[in-house]
């Protein structure tokens, strides 16, 4: 039955479902209180501040790098996962408690916000760090459209449930019920880390395997921090300068989505066309059911095509089509857009990112070391990521404040940023092949 969705071969069904079933609960925890960040700080600040915070989140993060670099270095791999879990599992526990006592709503969207920027962005990332370690690279090309399916569903499920949640419990009980999840991801990771020692490491049997070999998972990762393995690497570099660019331009249309949302939201609660919603609620519904849309669409993309794409054109191919994608949405905005199509233009861009690109990028890593599968990553998965969203937050205040940018002016600024990053993917895929060869080559010489 799974290989009508991805080429599984033999025995690799049950780490690639256990796999899946961990990212698809990660995923789940996270989009059931996505729409209590986007309630929050619109509801209390408005959709400029939601794009200024992505600066605080990326100060933040270099701080968080380094001490999750660090623990990588003193523990092995099950207890890193544990650890992090844990500590963001005990903030929602400190969240909901501060709703209790009467946080006025503008200082919980900020510190919401801020804070979710940072879980978001390190959880995943530290998940596919596993999910690399745990696979060879024609293994991982084969299995991630698999894997990342169990995302994608998560999202999917995750957004229908908050839509479901928030009128019963409210937006912050949903706060419980993401840390109810995110503990039984913790058990399920720790278990696939056990199995795997057991079955030994990349499909071989234990009697195969050298102690060195069967040790090596229980093993910390080599002293060194996660910026320095990217700032020494071309590939690397690449690789961070893409997801920073691509992140400037989804964090752009995402302003302008919540701005065009925000002003419709309060014209129709003004006029009484809320349906009995307030103005945080309104939001909160509508980014529930847009999430969902987005999500859908992704699950759509990641069950079908990835996969196909892969086996298709390979790494390089898949990695242009998400960028082109982004290229005709933006000149639809540029040209004028209602809040449906503007809805529909980021579902279908965000849809792709989730699945094919999400899945492309992690790909990129297995054909790098252990150290920059979880250290290096975690670095351009979050720090990159919101310092394209920093330069985004820049241009929206340059564009807002000085120079009155609209809406189409913004849309052409992110058609010239994905003409950038189409660029740019040209050479990383120069600079994979060069790796490639020179493992191959590597490989020869062992042998």
């Known amino acids: 039955m799974l290989r009508l969705f991805t080429d599984i071969r033999t025995g690799e069904a049950g780490k690639a479902l256990l796999l899946t079933l961990n990212v698809f609960m990660l995923l789940l925890a996270y989009y059931i209180i996505k729409p209590v960040r986007d309630a929050l700080i619109l509801a209390g600040k408005g959709a400029e501040i939601k794009s200024y915070l992505a600066g605080a989140q990326a100060v933040l993060l270099v701080l968080v790098i380094k001490l999750f670099s660090l623990l990588a270095s003193k523990v092995p791999r099950h207890l890193l996962i544990t650890w992090v879990t844990l500590f963001f599992i005990f903030n929602l526990f400190i969240f909901y408690f501060l709703s209790i ?108 395997m050298s102690p060195q070999q069967q040790s090596l998972a229980e093993q910390p990762l080599k002293k060194g921090g996660g910026f320095n393995l990217v700032f020494n690497s071309r590939y690397l570099v690449l690789i961070a300068l893409v997801i920073g660019l691509y992140n400037f331009i989804n964090a752009t249309g995402e302003y302008i989505l919540s701005n065009v949302v925000t002003r419709t939201a309060a014209r129709a609660v003004q006029d009484g066309l809320s349906g009995g919603l307030d103005l945080k609620d309104y939001i909160g519904q509508f980014f529930a059911d847009y999430q969902f849309l987005t999500n859908l669409i992704a699950l759509v993309l ?125 050479l990383i895929m120069r600079e994979y092949k060069r790796l490639k060869q020179r493992a191959n080559q590597s490989g020869t010489e062992k042998r």
Request: aromatic share 14%; with cysteine; glycine share 12%.
């Open 101 to 208: 006592f009467g946080v006025p709503l503008a200082t919980m969207g900020i510190i919401f916000f801020i804070w979710i920027g940072i879980y978001n962005l390190l959880v995943p990332a530290q998940f596919w760090g596993f999910a690399n370690d745990l696979y060879s690279e024609e293994e991982g090309k084969r299995l991630f459209p698999l894997i990342a399916f169990g995302a994608t569903s998560g999202a999917v499920f995750g957004s229908r449930v908050a839509g479901w949640l928030i009128r019963p419990l409210g937006l912050y009980k949903l706060m419980l019920v993401s840390a109810g999840i995110l503990g039984l991801c913790i058990l399920l990771a720790v278990y696939i880390h056990k199995r795997e020692i057991r079955m030994g490491l990349a499909g071989q049997s234990e009697k195969n």
């Open 302 to 426: 990641q069950l079908f095509l990835v996969s196909r794409i892969f086996k298709w054109i390979g790494l390089g191919g898949a990695l242009l089509i998400f960028p082109f994608i982004a290229l005709g949405g933006y000149t639809f905005i540029a040209l004028g857009a209602s809040l449906l199509i503007i809805k529909w233009v980021k579902a279908l861009e965000n849809g792709t990112d989730y699945s094919l690109m999400n899945t492309t990028k992690h790909a990129l890593f297995l054909i790098t070391t252990r150290e920059d599968k979880y250290k290096a990553k975690a670095a351009i998965d979050t720090f990159f990521v919101r310092g394209g969203d920093v330069l985004a937050a820049l241009g929206i205040f340059l564009g807002t404040t000085y120079l009155a940018l609209g809406v189409d002016k913004f849309a052409r600024i992110n058609m010239l940023g994905v003409l950038i990053w189409i660029t740019l993917c040209f």
